[in-house]
């Protein structure tokens, strides 16, 4: 006798009903992410992450449970010996079916809301500078903090360390893989290595919103130093910086961002990791000469090695703290005494402050401990009259040095100025004299200019605060040192003596 066929729905299986809510949800966020990707006007890697991988991932989910739901009911049916003719039919008499028909209504409902609402949420928060700079918080914590102080606040962490795309993405999350291991396992190093190798090129991101053709002109710095002496003396100077570029009206590659403009290629080899030590440099110029500089005194690479670096110069090159600066704690103690947060009739008061924050600490509690009771100790036996007239402002100093020293130092990462090179001067840092110390030549003897003038003009400069009082001069004045030491400020490197152990 031959069997009847039984037909049944194969939306009466529970996992059918799983599946297809996973499908739907999945469609659903897909197809939401899809419309905020093409009205949106601001790239975001995130957004492409759960947009064509997260959404993507759970619709194939739904549908392989759902295929799941098939192979399973064909077998059961198999295996009872039932003649059974599966279908995608409707069929509101089956219990079973209508029982899956509300599991899969009610999870859909849910699945889609929810799988919508926490997912535009996920990458809102992975995109976050919160996520970035206090997920990990001891790790990145140095970063973070110097973050929140630069002059990009505003600018989001991925814009610069990602930027649009999906190469770099892609290379920025299996870097994130290994820095979530790391952390893990407390790994990481102490402090974080620098330079970040794997970093996008500048022209990349950094010129989406300062581009070299529009720099042009020169610009007025003005610049008060206090001497380490009783009186902690001012010293105020006037720089014409010549920012260059290229110039509108002229048409001529100018100043300091001549490096950076026209068909001007400078290139070249760091015998460090942290680029400091550059005994190479190739120029290739508008005319296409080509024009290589070398430290006589050092061992040059063969350009052929092919572990050797040939670097393009960029934005990064001097620009190497954009968003993260640490600062000295000369230039931090120059700007609390001259906006009056430490006040100038504390005798010796840079001197001793330099000593406090530059002293070893082995974390941020003992930092702190010795902030608050050291600069009382000093006065105490050193002035010991001060202490009746002037105890307010040494308390105020005392908490403004405490300021200092968590915004710039961190004991924990072994992380402050000394191991974070700031390029964009010559002081604490060799900087702009990697290159130009007139000593790197061509064959024919010719040398990079280590002429001050080359980057800036001294328009006045002199022992006060007001720069009304000081005589100006628009073509420049010869360098006067604030201390009386002759000649010896032409002869050698400004970071001979404001190195990064003393911090100014």
Same mark, same amino acid.
């Given at each position: ?237 006037? &720089? ?50 080509? @024009? ?56 010796? @008061? ?35 009259? &001060? ?60 040398? @990079? ?56």
């Amino acid at each position: 006798m031959v069997k009847s066929v039984i037909r049944r729905t194969l939306f009466r299986h529970p996992l059918s009903a799983i599946g297809g809510a996973l499908f739907l949800a999945g469609g659903a966020l897909f197809v939401v992410l899809l419309m905020i990707e093409f009205t949106s006007g601001a790239e975001n890697p995130y957004r492409s992450l759960v947009t064509f991988v997260i959404a993507p991932f759970i619709i194939t989910v739904g549908f392989g449970l759902f295929l799941l739901s098939i192979w399973m009911q064909v077998r059961s049916a198999r295996r009872r010996g039932e003649r059974v003719s599966f279908n995608l039919t409707i069929d509101p008499s089956d219990p079973a079916y209508m029982k899956n028909l509300w599991l899969f209504l009610g999870l859909t409902a849910f699945l889609v809301v929810s799988v919508i609402y926490s997912g535009t949420k996920a990458y809102e928060a992975t995109d976050s500078v919160a996520f970035c700079g206090e997920t990990c918080h001891e790790v990145m914590e140095p970063q973070s903090v110097t973050y929140h102080n630069s002059p990009h606040a505003r600018v989001p962490c991925v814009e610069c360390h990602i930027g649009p795309g999906a190469s770099f993405w892609v290379k920025a999350k299996f870097d994130g893989v290994r820095q979530l291991f790391a952390t893990a396992l407390n790994s990481f190093s102490r402090p974080i290595e620098t330079p970040v190798h794997n970093l996008r090129p500048a022209q990349e991101t950094c010129e989406h919103c300062h581009w070299p053709q529009q720099f042009y002109g020169d610009k007025l710095v003005e610049r008060t130093y206090y001497r380490t002496d009783e009186e902690n003396s001012p010293w105020t100077i006037n &720089l014409l910086v010549k920012i260059g570029g290229g110039n509108p009206r002229t048409g001529h590659l100018e100043g300091i961002h001549w490096h950076m403009i026209g068909t001007n290629k400078v290139e070249y080899i760091a015998a460090d990791e942290k680029r400091q030590e550059i005994p190479w440099i190739r120029l290739i110029n508008a005319s296409g000469d080509t @024009i290589v500089y070398t430290d006589p005194d050092a061992e040059i690479p063969d350009l052929n090695d092919p572990e050797v670096v040939v670097r393009n110069f960029d934005c990064m090159d001097c620009h190497n703290r954009p968003s993260h600066l640490f600062q000295p704690p000369a230039v931090a103690l120059n700007q609390a005494l001259s906006t009056g947060r430490i006040s100038k009739e504390l005798p010796y @008061i840079r001197s001793k402050g330099l000593d406090l924050l530059n002293a070893e600490y082995a974390d941020r509690t003992e930092a702190m401990a010795s902030l608050s009771t050291g600069l009382f100790e000093y006065y105490q036996e050193e002035y010991p009259d &001060l202490m009746a007239t002037h105890q307010d402002k040494i308390e105020g100093a005392s908490e403004r040095l405490k300021t200092i020293y968590q915004l710039n130092f961190f004991p924990e990462m072994k992380t402050d100025y000394r191991d974070r090179e700031n390029n964009l001067s010559h002081f604490v840092n060799d900087g702009c004299f990697r290159c130009h110390d007139g000593v790197k030549q061509t064959e024919t003897g010719e040398t @990079i200019s280590s002429d001050c003038k080359t980057c800036h003009l001294i328009v006045a400069q002199g022992p006060t605060e007001d720069i009304g009082e000081l005589e100006s001069k628009l073509t420049g004045f010869d360098f006067i040192h604030p201390e009386d030491i002759d000649e010896m400020w032409q002869e050698m490197k400004c970071t001979e003596c404001h190195d990064s152990e003393s911090g100014y």
